[in-house]
């Protein structure tokens, strides 16, 4: 799951350690056509249903959030 994410987020925004970073959303790293673009992708990518609900910046701040925000909506389904 870890390396699907980070292709697509490769894909989205190249020019991004996606990695090392922690505050991708605190620091504006990414804004909020990235954003909806990530959505999309793990939406279609791994078969789940982000609600704005979700859409927090602690959802999205760092690659291993946005782990535990897919599992979590996989487990739900």
């Known amino acids: 799951m870890r ?19 922690t505050k991708l959303i605190d620091d504006g790293i990414l804004d909020s056509f990235d954003i909806i673009s990530i ?15 979700e859409l927090q910046p602690d959802n999205f701040n760092t690659v291993d959030a946005m782990i535990e925000l897919i599992e979590k909506l996989k487990r739900r389904a």
Request: hydrophobic share 40%.
């Open 39 to 53: 959505v999309q992708e793990m939406n279609d990518t791994f078969g789940v249903r982000i609600k704005a609900n």
């Open 3 to 21: 390396e699907q994410l980070l292709a697509l987020l490769d894909e989205i925004r190249p020019d991004v350690e996606f990695e090392k970073e």
